[in-house]
């Protein structure tokens, strides 16, 4: 049996993004930018032969990284975004695994992992520790881990307030109004709730638990798990890390 050869049934895990149609809406509302370019160009100036996405979701730059001879595989713990990424263009060339960063075999030879879309942020402070451990082990030595997380000194779940990001717009499956609302921000956890109103009446509210660290506290983290040569920037051209970054971008290498 491969050492990725996992079932539903071997990963008990609830599914953070569980609705089918609001599943369908992602790519529209997280479309290919700056930050996918920057990742694809990453591997490319890697050589990168092997690459997991962790935290891949509908894996729209899953797909784009699986170019050539390279092989890429998928990983996520929800099965609905998962099911959409199997049925895309491209998925063919993918290696998916529903899980988290424990579905990763420690083979040692792995040339790049990537977190994207700010994934890292959904890991908790408890779990944070073993997941870069199982992302070094299967890291070749010299292998890259990059990603990125909000900047905390930009506070941005200040903006996300229900005023500041009502809206309504027509959809597959009927009109729909959504918002935003933090119930909790306290000592760099912030619970938000994501409001979905469709024709019905009926309000979809998703809720995720994200956990804004610092550069500082970051780079401890990593070094702690085995990586070296901790990269930070500011934006996605290597700008500097301000109070007015609104992201942290993240590389460091297997020690």
């Not at 797909?63 to 099965?79: F, H, I, K, M, Q």
């Amino acid at each position: 049996m491969s050492a990725w050869h996992r079932t539903v049934r071997d990963v008990d895990l609830t599914d953070p993004y569980r609705d089918p149609d609001l599943v369908t809406l992602y790519d529209t509302d997280n479309p290919a930018g700056r930050d996918h370019r920057y990742y694809r160009e990453l591997a490319d100036a890697l050589g990168a032969r092997t690459v997991v996405d962790l935290g891949c979701r509908t894996a729209l730059l899953t797909r784009a990284l699986a170019t050539g001879s390279r092989r890429v595989t998928g990983v996520d713990p929800s099965p609905t975004m998962l099911d959409f990424a199997r049925r895309q263009p491209g998925s063919e060339r993918v290696r998916w695994v529903l899980g988290d960063a424990a579905t990763i075999p420690p083979t040692g030879d792995i040339d790049l992992v990537v977190c994207t879309g700010n994934a890292v942020q959904h890991i908790s402070t408890d779990g944070l520790p073993a997941a870069l451990r199982h992302v070094a082990d299967a890291l070749r030595p010299g292998g890259v881990l990059a990603f990125e997380s909000r900047n905390p000194a930009r506070r941005a779940w200040q903006e996300w307030t229900r005023p500041a990001t009502e809206g309504e717009r027509r959809t597959p499956f009927g009109r729909l109004r959504e918002w935003l609302e933090v119930t909790v921000a306290e000592e760099g956890r912030v619970v938000l709730d994501a409001h979905n109103v469709i024709d019905d009446g009926e309000d979809r509210v998703y809720t995720s638990v994200l956990h804004f660290r610092t550069a500082a506290e970051l780079t401890a983290h990593l070094l702690a798990a085995g990586f070296s040569r901790v990269q930070v920037d500011g934006d996605w051209d290597g700008g500097p890390v301000t109070d007015a970054s609104r992201i942290l971008v993240f590389r460091a290498v297997r020690g």
